[in-house]
């Protein structure tokens, strides 16, 4: 990790998490787990290290542990004790025994933010993006040979999607996975989130997120989504939940012939007056 550099706000902020009362909770959840053999390393040093990981995104914990053991800062942000690398291995694999505690977390940590920004949630946004498997992801078993079956694959619950052009990326094929995530228009937090393979369709994602974020106690007034969204059971979703769906047309035949415009009379274009006030109904 020679070269990166910490800048000490990134550390101190780190800090701040871990002393927040959230995480707090999270670490005397974690430790109540902590019912046989030796105590190992504390776990504010190993929930550190992972926070560590997600805010430098790192893709690796060989790396993650390197950089921490490099900067004293972040050395004293997570109490002085840098973990070894096997150890951040084996406490990533408990983090997926009990998920349980850690969404109870996470909803605590979007409980408090709501609190503080009562806007948060009011409207939102959807969309996916592509999340690489880091992982060997060679599609046939040789040039010009068959396709790989899913289990032939190192990771075998990562698939090969499609991903559009970024910048100076050019779209096309690769393998691993894909987030999708709703995330507040006004101050960019995200409020719910999903990761699925790589292979499946982005629009049936938009149900579920929705049922998170309502589950959540946030109660969005509109949802903005790409044309990619543009679905009929997108919008049922979205009209389910009192919902106003903000999604650009595909050009569909239908859309060439203009079916979607309000009907024309002899008067001009139809209007319609809804019941509900919020939304212009008298």
Known sequence: MAGQTVPPRSASALAGILDSPEIGRLLAELDATRWTGRPGYPLRAMVGVALAKSLYSIPTWTRTVALVREHEALREAIGGECPSVYAAYRFAAKLRV?????????????????????????????????LPAYANGQRFVSKGGRERSDDEF????ASWGHRSAV???????????????????????????NVRTARQAEAPAAAPLLEAVTAHGFAPATCAMDKGYDVGPVYEACEER??????????????????????????????????????GGV
């Open 98 to 130: 009990y998920s349980d505690l850690l969404d109870a977390c996470i909803a605590r940590v979007l409980d408090r933010l709501h609190r503080e920004n009562p806007e948060m949630g009011q409207d939102i946004s959807i969309d996916g993006s592509d």
């Open 154 to 157: 190192s990771d075998p619950d």
């Open 242 to 279: 009192g919902i106003r769906p903000i999604i650009p047309l595909r050009n569909t035949p239908a859309v060439a012939r203009g079916d979607h415009r309000p009907p024309k009379c002899s008067h001009g274009e139809w209007t319609f007056a809804g019941s509900d006030p919020n939304r």
């Open 167 to 193: 910048s100076t990326r050019k779209g096309g094929g690769f393998y691993g996975y894909k987030i999708d995530m709703a995330t507040c228009s006004h101050t960019g937090f995200p409020v719910a989130w």
